[in-house]
């Protein structure tokens, strides 16, 4: 089994900054694509950023040129920096991480609150 776990969430004004983090542990084999999701009240699960194996990157239209996603393949760990928030990037942010053994949609973490509030 493959855990990632977030770190990082919390309160900040409009305008702030926030970096999430998500390590992967357990029998991993080996790491492909990693990435950000963000689901708010009343809506469904999004992409955010994601990030695969060689370094590509894809972001969703409304976090372009605010967050940066990034990774560290020696500490199987994907980070999310996230600047010029808004308060509608308020969410429950998680981590997939697409990874050998393989996992149906890949594994997820428990979540991490971002609330951007003043």
């Known amino acids: 089994q493959v855990q990632p776990v977030e770190s990082g969430g919390g309160l900040v004004q409009p305008g702030g900054s926030l970096r999430l983090s998500c390590a992967a542990s357990g029998s991993i084999f080996s790491i492909n694509a990693m990435g950000w999701y963000r689901q708010a009240p009343g809506k469904q699960r999004e992409l955010v950023a994601r990030i695969t194996g060689g370094g590509r990157t894809a972001y969703a239209d409304s976090v372009k040129g605010r967050f940066t996603i990034s990774r560290d393949n020696a500490k199987n760990t994907v980070y999310l920096q996230m600047n010029s928030l808004k308060p509608e990037d308020t969410a429950v942010y998680y981590c997939?991480?697409?990874?050998?053994?393989?996992?149906?949609?890949?594994?997820w973490g428990q979540g991490t609150q971002v609330t951007v509030s003043s």
């Open positions: 997939n991480v697409e990874a050998i053994p393989r996992a149906v949609g890949g594994y």
